[in-house]
T-cell receptor
Framework: DAMVIQNPRYQVTQFGKPVTLSCSQT?????MYWYQQKSSQAPKLLFH???????NEADTPDNFQSRRPNTSFCFLDIRSPGLGDAAMYLC??????????????FGAGSRLTVL | GEDVEQSLFLSVREGDSSVINCTYT??????LYWYKQEPGAGLQLLTY?????DMKQDQRLTVLLNKKDKHLSLRIADTQTGDSAIYFC???????????FGSGTRLSIRP
């Protein structure tokens, strides 16, 4: 069963039209992340939450915002999408494996197209 | 600073072994990971290794870590068509919740 669920899987928006991507998790993990992944590139961390504490990466544009109303849900808001924001957006949670290693569990991603 | 580098492409014949290489710069990395991404999907954890180990084996997968050279490799024995994917190397630091990814190696299998 999927443990990190992202919706929608595919989102098409117009240039400048706000969009919200959602992520839910059944793992009860404290830490949740949003990554942006463009074609043939590494996932780029946008921000993460440790519980309700928001941690923004220094180079994340202001156009990207996030909300975490409770442990299970996290949202990515793109206020005015530009053509350069077309990408796969990946949500992940951080948990511990048996040996104590921190491991990320990813959702299937939301692919954003900007027209 | 933190940086993880991988070669972009690897092509192997079905049934041969694949070896995907990765270098990292942060000597304080505690765990190193290999993730697999199939087309249109999220990243799936394949395996990880603690920095005080030099080898870990899990079925067809063998991870080798050379901490002195900051070099990590993933060997896939008896490569199958289902192994076609992008493989990402990643590192994290102890008590840090930030995991840094390489740009991924696209593995293609030829008959």
């Amino acid at each position: 069963d999927a443990m990190v669920i992202q919706n929608p899987r595919y989102q098409v928006t117009q240039f400048g039209k706000p969009v919200t991507l959602s992520c839910s998790q059944t793992l009860n993990h404290n830490v949740m992340y949003w990554y942006q992944q463009k074609s043939s590139q590494a996932p780029k961390l946008l921000f993460h939450y440790y519980d309700k504490d928001f941690n923004n990466e220094a180079d994340t544009p202001d156009n990207f915002q996030s909300r975490r109303p409770n442990t299970s849900f996290c949202f990515l808001d793109i206020r005015s999408p530009g053509l350069g924001d077309a990408a796969m957006y990946l949500c992940a949670t951080l948990g511990q494996a048996g040996s104590g290693a921190n491991v990320l569990t990813f959702g299937a991603g939301s692919r954003l197209t900007v027209l | 600073g933190e940086d993880v580098e991988q070669s972009l492409f690897l092509s192997v014949r079905e049934g041969d072994s694949s070896v995907i290489n990765c270098t990292y710069t942060d000597s304080s990395s505690t765990y190193l990971y290999w993730y697999k991404q199939e087309p249109g999907a999220g990243l799936q954890l394949l395996t990880y290794i603690f920095s005080n180990m030099d080898m870990k084996q899990d079925q067809r997968l063998t991870v080798l870590l050379n901490k002195k050279d900051k070099h990590l490799s993933l060997r896939i024995a008896d490569t199958q068509t289902g192994d076609s994917a992008i493989y990402f190397c990643a590192e994290s630091m102890y008590s840090a919740s930030k995991i840094i990814f390489g740009s991924g190696t696209r593995l293609s299998i030829r008959p």
